[in-house]
């Protein structure tokens, strides 16, 4: 499980390692060497997903310590529910790296259709067990656009530290 601590409060969430082997380990791995420190909730949409694990105040992309992309997973029976975890990705299905989104809401057209490009899903590794408060508070903030991005919080939501409370 991991703490993060953020600049709206504290949320938990508990990787499912069984399901998701590849994606969650990943995840871990950059939690545990504080890669998401400093980073932001860049892009949040309501009634969709909050979004972050890559972008630095000033929606700068951080490289240093960014790893080689992953395998999806996504057809790992996991579904994009409220609350749950996923890899955010390009439109290259196997191109996930450290950017992640909670669900708000079901979202069951990002789910594994097919092993196509069009069908590939986006990979739940995790949940959020504590603190979807904190993750409903994020979702009503005023967004706008900056450096090219579209949906970026007026007032930086920047993750702190990641607390790894157990593996």
């Not at 993060?4 to 995840?27: R, S």
């Not at 029976?77 to 708000?104: C, E």
């Not at 504590?130 to 900056?146: F, H, L, N, P, Y």
């Amino acid at each position: 499980m991991l703490k993060f601590h953020t600049t709206m409060g504290d949320f938990t969430i508990a990787l499912n390692h069984e399901k998701a082997p590849v994606t969650a380990e990943n995840f871990l791995q950059y939690a545990k060497d504080g890669y998401f420190n400093g980073t932001l909730f860049h892009r949040i949409i309501p009634g969709f997903m909050v979004q972050g694990g890559g972008l630095e105040p000033g929606m700068v992309d951080k490289h240093k310590g960014h790893r080689e992309p992953i395998q999806n997973e996504a057809d790992n029976g996991l579904k994009n529910v409220r609350g749950s975890v996923a890899m955010a990705r390009t439109m290259d299905p196997h191109s996930a790296t450290s950017q992640f989104f909670i669900n708000l809401v079901d979202n069951s057209f990002l789910d594994h259709k097919s092993q196509t490009p069009q069908g590939w899903g986006y990979a739940v590794f995790g949940e959020v067990v504590e603190g979807m408060d904190v993750i409903d508070k994020m979702a009503k903030v005023e967004t706008t656009s900056r450096r090219g991005h579209g949906d970026v919080p007026v007032e930086d939501i920047i993750i702190e530290n990641v607390e790894v409370i157990s593996e």
